[in-house]
């Protein structure tokens, strides 16, 4: 029994100061950490703007290949696109490539309006990496002469 009690004696007495150690300020490493993730996060909006401008750009151009493919049917004939009493194509395929144009748009617009608060999330990151304080002093110029002269 003595000998279990001075082994744990001397493991607790070995083990606190490790947990002494453990216990440090660790306020500088998550301020450096959080500065990190906002540097770098900036830069990942800002891309993933991009990305997301690229992918509206797509669906566009899909919209306007359908566009121009419901312009060619109704160039093709006269009735080609005559509208029905509840204002829909009467002919299916020109009714189809309406409906996809307006399907691939709704999707650009989608993917602009992600693009748009990605980069409303970059500004902020833009802003919020700024260094308040850190940099040169403001350096005021040299006073300046500033005259007219007119002779007669």
Known sequence: MT?????????????????????????????????AVVHNGKWLTAASVAALI???EREHRRSRREWNALLDVCRSAQ???????????????AEELYQRSRAFDR???????GAQAGL????ALFIVDLHPGVGPDN??????????????
Request: with cysteine; aromatic share 10%.
């Open 3 to 35: 000998r279990s009690l001075l082994l744990g004696a001397m493991l607790i007495c070995g083990a606190a100061p490790r947990l002494s150690a453990q216990h440090r300020d660790l306020s500088g490493q998550r301020e450096s950490f959080q500065r």
């Open 54 to 56: 690229f992918f509206a």
């Open 79 to 93: 009735d080609a696109c005559a509208l029905g009493s509840n204002g829909r194509y009467v002919r299916s395929d």
């Open 107 to 113: 999707r650009a617009n989608r993917w602009l309006l």
């Open 120 to 123: 409303l999330a970059t500004t």
């Open 139 to 152: 350096i005021p110029f040299a006073p300046m002469r500033v005259g007219l002269r007119i002779a007669f």
